[in-house]
Each structure stands twice: as C-alpha cells, then as structure tokens.
C-alpha cells in the first residue's frame, strides 16, 4: 500500500493549537465511551432479574454475563483490523450503531439462547468501538495534548456507569407493579426489556452524529491521498483561525498490508507483548472485582442505605454511585501525570496501587483474618474507594499509552489486540473469583490483586516510555 512519512502529518497537528473542534470531538468520542460503559455493567444488574425469569441455572447464567465480554474479544481483534485497512471513519461509525441495534434487540430476548446471542452481538460492538475510537481521537491531537485527552476519553466511562446505575434503580428496583409497566397495544412489559430498550437509544444518537465526521489525516496520508489529508488539517486549524501549511510527500514507499503478525515483528514484538500483558491484567482484576462487587458488599456485612435527592437507593446502587463518583479524581490525576511523569511510569504505578488497595480492601472484610489490624466496613469501603480511584485511573493511562506504541498502519489493530487479550482476561477473572468464592471472598480476591501487581512491574519493567513521541 503507497505511505508516506506521517512524521509531517504530526508536524502539521502540533502547529495547531487545541480548539473547538478538537473539544466537540472529545465529546462526540466519550458519548459513545460512556454508553459503552452503561452497556458492560448492566449485565450486573439484570442477571439476577433473567436468572428467576429464565430459570437459569449457576453455569448458563454465568455464560450469559460473560457474553459480551466474549463478543468484545471477537470485536476488538476484527473492527481493529478492519479500520487499519478500510479506514477509520466507517469502523468508527459502524461500531457504535452495531451495539446500539444489538442492545435495544435484547429488549425481545425470550431465554438464554437468544439473550446469549444478541449480547453477544451487543460486544462485537462494543469492542470494536474500544479499539477503534482510541485511534480516531489519537490521529487528530498534537503530541503535547494526545496523552491527556485520551485520558479524558475514558472518563467517560464512569458517566456511563453510573447512568447504568440509575436507569437500573429506575426499570428493576423503583416501578411499580413488580417492575413491570403497562404500554398500551403492548400491555405489560417487564422493567428489563424497558431498560435494553433505553440503553439503546443514545447510541442511535451518536450513530447519527458520527455520519458526518471525516476520515482521520494519519490515516489519509498513509494512503496517499496527500490533498485530502491537506483539506482535513485545513479544516482542523480554521477553527482556530490560523494559517495552514500544507504537507507534501516527504518519501513514498510500497508497504503490503500490514496484519497482525507484523505486530510480532523484530521491532514491535517486545510492545506488543508487554501492552497484551498489562491489558490483561487490568482486565482480570477489574471485571474480577466488580463483576462481584454486589456479592462482595453483601459478605462485608450490613450496607445501610443512601438517601440522595429524596429518593432513597439501596446500598448496592448507591455505593455503585460512590464507587464511580470517585473515579473521576483517578482519571484526573493521570491526565495529569501521564503528561508530567509519562505513560509508562503512570500506568505501572497506578497498576500497582490498585493491586495493594484491592488486597488490603478484601484483608479488611470481616472474618478475613490477615493480621493488618483493620476489619469493618469502613475500612474496607475506604480502601475499596481507593482501589477504584487507582484502577480506573490506570483505565485511563492505558489507553493513552497503548495507540502511541504502534505505527498508523498497525495502529487500530495493535490496539484491537492488546484490548482483545484483555477481553479473554476480561471473562477469566470472574469465572475464576466464582470458582474461589465457596473458599471466601479475601481468598477469590486475593488472584485479582496479584494480577493487578504484576501487570504493573512488567509495565515498569518492560515498557517503553512514549511521552512526547510523535505517532509513527
């Protein structure tokens, strides 16, 4: 495939300062991010709900949850290829109205066959719009400002938590009737479907806004179609009013198409890796934690209930509420640091924190009988608190760091990859958490907090530092 040196591509993005088209598009990325983070967690909420509706069993239910998790894995690796190849704007578009549409269909699911499949359907999705809006929003930033605003694409994943956690209190804990409501022609429908339904429509939204939005300059050079990477830095830098220097072909070169095994070339192998490795273990540890935070909650004694705007949330919804409140002040401190200390070094530390704030959260559980001299609730909900601070900021550090590893051409599937490896972990660490469960809740915890720990020293020990590197 004809290339050129995007090198003069970054050098065109760092003479333009930050405006509002880079702001607008942010917000176009992490609207998306955040309704995929609504539709991961609200599994957590609906499974016990299907479980009586369906009679399912221990095992199916189980399958069921992990679903789209296994649908992120097959999503990540395709849609990544797929955009390195046929372009970024229709990955980036078509990813978001496939999970829309498979989400609002799960609304029609009669039992596991049909639940399991469209959610399913529903990860494909999903994972591929995890793995392709990193290199959309990457390939339009400067090299000052990518790190910080990629952090700040994945806050928006607990804004999408936590509007999961609402509009579940809302369809599953507050109608009345049962959890039903009555809609005429259609009469009684369950709260559930209502909530697939809801959880579907403002991707169809995003879907819309996304028609509209223009392939990325990397991507147009790479391709060698100079005058229409010419025109979209132009129009990048007319929101700001400043002048345009237009890029010329600096070398040509003939480039097959580039497939995931030139991720493990002689060059990139080490990266591929090392980022595959932490992806894992950020993935094990936190779908391993959360998946059972309701259960663990429940082992760690009485949660009282919160009362916030009137309205009074049980403790599971209200302390979900928490948990994501203070996730906020994790991803802000890695904005920060991963552009005054670097990507690698934010990333490992953090990695690490999450690791020590997991195991002394599930030492503190009563009963757990580690010796550190704290038990209660407060203990553990304080050090539950920070291990969701230092996780998600770790979130966020991650996928600042993982588009910076690779070149345009292997960009979306590099991070497809890593994010793919991370989705297997992603459906291991709860299975295994169950597994252990029956031997205690500090016991099931404890595998989740070393893989935390360890993804953190390879990180630090292995990584490659990108910070103020511009893409390849």
Not at 330 to 356: F, M, Q
Request: hydrophobic share 50%; charged share 10%.
């Amino acid at each position: 495939m004809p290339d050129t040196d995007t090198t003069s591509v970054s050098g065109a993005l760092d003479r333009i300062s930050i405006n509002a088209f880079h702001r607008r598009l942010l917000a176009v990325c992490g609207t998306a991010w955040a309704f995929d983070g609504m539709e991961v967690i609200l599994i957590s909420f609906t499974l016990p709900v299907l479980l009586d509706a369906w009679g399912l069993s221990g095992p199916a239910a189980g399958l069921l949850g992990s679903a789209s998790l296994m649908g992120m894995i097959v999503g990540n690796w395709g849609w990544g290829y797929a955009a390195d190849r046929y372009g970024r704007k229709p990955a980036f578009q078509w990813t978001v109205l496939t999970y829309a549409v498979f989400a609002g269909l799960t609304a029609l699911a009669v039992g596991f066959y049909t639940g399991f499949a469209l959610r399913f359907l529903t990860g494909v999705g999903l994972g591929g719009a995890l793995a392709v809006d990193t290199s959309y929003l990457s390939e339009h930033l400067p090299t000052d400002r990518r790190g910080r605003y990629l952090v700040y694409l994945d806050a928006f994943w607990p804004l999408g938590y936590g509007f999961a956690v609402a509009i579940a209190w809302l369809f599953l804990s507050y109608l009345p009737s049962g959890g039903t409501v009555s809609i005429p022609v259609f009469g009684a429908v369950a709260g559930w479907r209502l909530l697939f339904v809801a959880s579907a429509i403002p991707g169809l939204l995003v879907f819309a806004v996304r028609y509209g939005l223009s392939e990325t300059p990397y991507y147009l050079a790479r391709a060698g179609k100079i005058e229409a990477a010419n025109e979209r830095l132009r129009a990048i830098a007319a929101e700001s009013g400043e002048e345009y220097e237009p890029i010329t072909i600096d070398e040509v070169e003939s480039r097959e198409s580039a497939g995931v095994r030139d991720l493990f070339a002689a060059d990139l192998r080490a990266r591929t890796i090392t980022i595959a490795l932490a992806w894992f273990a950020i993935n094990f540890g936190y779908y391993g934690v959360f998946i059972w935070l309701p259960q663990t909650f429940g082992a760690s004694g009485t949660v009282p209930a919160l009362h916030l705007g009137g309205a009074t949330f049980g403790g599971v919804y209200g302390y979900f509420l928490l948990i994501a409140l203070v996730q906020f002040p994790g991803y802000a401190s890695a904005a920060y640091l991963v552009e005054r200390v670097g990507r690698k070094r934010t990333l490992g530390t953090y990695l690490l924190a999450s690791g020590v704030f997991t195991f002394v959260f599930a030492s503190a559980m009563p009963g757990a009988g580690f010796g550190l001299g704290v038990s209660g609730f407060w203990p553990f909900f304080v050090a539950l608190l920070a291990s969701s601070f230092f996780t998600l900021g770790a979130w966020g550090a991650i996928y600042a760091y993982t588009p910076e590893l690779f070149p345009t051409e292997l960009r979306a599937t590099g991070n497809g990859f890593a994010g793919g490896v991370g989705k297997i972990a992603a459906v291991v660490g709860p299975v295994l958490a169950g597994a252990l469960v029956p031997a205690g809740y500090v016991v099931a915890l404890l595998p989740l907090a070393v893989a935390f720990g360890l993804g953190g020293a390879i990180v630090l020990a292995f990584g490659v530092e990108t910070m103020g590197t511009p893409l390849g």
